[in-house]
C-alpha cells in the first residue's frame, strides 16, 4: 500500500504543477522477475519516477515508454523478455531470465474514473480491497485499471458484457484473499485480468514511549505503516518525539483499546518497561481477535505475566510473541526495531522468516 500511497502524493504534486502523468503497472510476469504482478510506478512528463516495476534495471526505459504513451493519449502494453540472452537489444541489462509485462497508462485529470482515482479509493479506508486491471498480450486496445471492489462498494468503468461476472470474480478473490488472473470475451475479444488483492496497511501499536520505541516507529513509517503510539506518561508519549505517527494515545491500559479498531492487520508491541503497564494492557488484549501481541523482555517475564492472569495455556503462550523479534543477534535500540519489524513482516505474509538461501522454492508466490 506505502507504493500506492507514495505515487497518489506525487501525482497531486504533478498536478498541481500542471504536469503529465502515466500509470506503469506489471500485469503479468513468466519466470523470474524483481518485482511481481501489482507493482507501479508513475511517471511524470518531466521525468519524475514514484514507485518501481524492477530493481533499476527498466526504469529507463520505462521512461520512454510512458512519455509515449503520455504523447499518444493511449494505454500501451510492452512486453520485456529477458529470456532471450541478447536482452540488450532492450537497452538494459536485466539478468531475471524472465518476461515482464506492463502497461503504461496515461492518467488524464479530466477522467472521473481515472486509475489514480481508483488508487485513490483503495488507501482511503482500512478495507481489503481488490483492484482490477484488464490487458491483452494480443490486441491493440489496453482497457487498463478498470474496477475497485469492497466488501460493500465498489468503483468501475468496465464493459457491460463482462461487468457482472468480472465483479464476481473480485468478490471470489476478497473472500479467499489471494490476488489471480482471469480471462474475459470483450466484443468477441480475449482480455486477461490481473484481480489484485490489496490488503490495509499494517497497523503498528507500540505500547510504549521510551527512546528504544523511535527507531521502531521510524523503520515502521518507512514501511507505510500506520503507527499508534501509547503510554501513560505525557512526557514521553507526544508528536515531538513520534513526528510519523497516526496518533498519539496518552492512557492508562484499560482505556487503550476501546481507541483502537483492531483488524486482521493490526499488530501491538508491549514495550513500556512497566511491568504493570503490559501486563494490564495484555490482560485486554487476550480477550481481542488482534493477530499479533508481541511482548519485549525475556520469556520468564511473559510466563510471570500469564500467570499473574491466569492464563498461562499453551494456546497463549504460543499466540504471544515473547521474547519478541527475530533472532539475528540484535543489541542496540535499532537491531531490535529491525529483529521486531521483520518477525511482523514474516507472520503477516505467512513467511518463516528463514534464510532465503535455504528456500527450495522461488522467493515469491505466485499468483494463479
Partial sequence: ????????????????????????????????????????????????????ISGGCLEGDALRKALSAIHQQENKLVTYDTTDDDDAKF???????GIVHILFEPI?????????????????????????????????????????????????????EIS??????????????LSRFENYSIENEDFDAFLEFIPPPVQLVIAGAGNDAQPLAEMANILGWE?????????????????????IL??????????????????FVLMTHNYNYDTALLSHLLDTPAPYI????????????????NSNTESNRSR????????????????????????IKAVFSGATGAQLKGKKNSIHHHQS
Avoid at 20 to 45: C, N, W
Avoid at 250 to 267: G, S
Avoid at 294 to 309: A, V
Fill in 1 to 52: 500500500m506505502k507504493e500506492i500511497v507514495d505515487i497518489i502524493k506525487a501525482y497531486d504534486e504533478a498536478i498541481r504543477q500542471n504536469k503529465k502523468a502515466a500509470l506503469a503497472t506489471v500485469v503479468r510476469v513468466e519466470g523470474s522477475s524483481y518485482r511481481r504482478p501489482g507493482a507501479r510506478m508513475l511517471v511524470t512528463d518531466d521525468g519524475l519516477l514514484t514507485g518501481a
Fill in 91 to 97: 537497452g538494459v541489462q536485466l539478468g531475471c531470465n
Fill in 108 to 160: 488524464f485529470a479530466t477522467d472521473e474514473l481515472n486509475p489514480i482515482t481508483i488508487l485513490k479509493a483503495a488507501s482511503q479506508e482500512r478495507q481489503n480491497c481488490v483492484v482490477a486491471t484488464i490487458f491483452s498480450l494480443n490486441q491493440k486496445k489496453q482497457p487498463g485499471t478498470v474496477l475497485l471492489f469492497k466488501e460493500k462498494s465498489f468503483i468501475e468503468r468496465i464493459p457491460e
Fill in 164 to 177: 457482472g461476472q468480472l465483479k464476481n470474480d473480485a468478490f471470489d478473490v476478497l473472500k479467499l484473499k
Fill in 227 to 247: 503507527i499508534i503510539v501509547v503510554d501513560g506518561r505525557q512526557t514521553h508519549c507526544n508528536v515531538q518525539r513520534f513526528p510519523n505517527a497516526k496518533r
Fill in 250 to 267: 496518552v492512557a492508562k491500559p484499560d482505556f487503550v483499546l476501546p481507541e483502537i479498531n483492531i483488524d486482521e492487520q493490526t499488530a
Fill in 294 to 309: 508481541g511482548t519485549l523482555g525475556p520469556k520468564k517475564k511473559l510466563i510471570r505475566m500469564l500467570d499473574e492472569l
Fill in 320 to 343: 504471544i510473541h515473547g521474547p519478541i523479534g527475530l533472532d539475528i543477534g540484535a543489541e542496540t535500540a535499532e537491531e531490535i526495531a529491525i529483529s521486531i519489524i521483520a518477525e
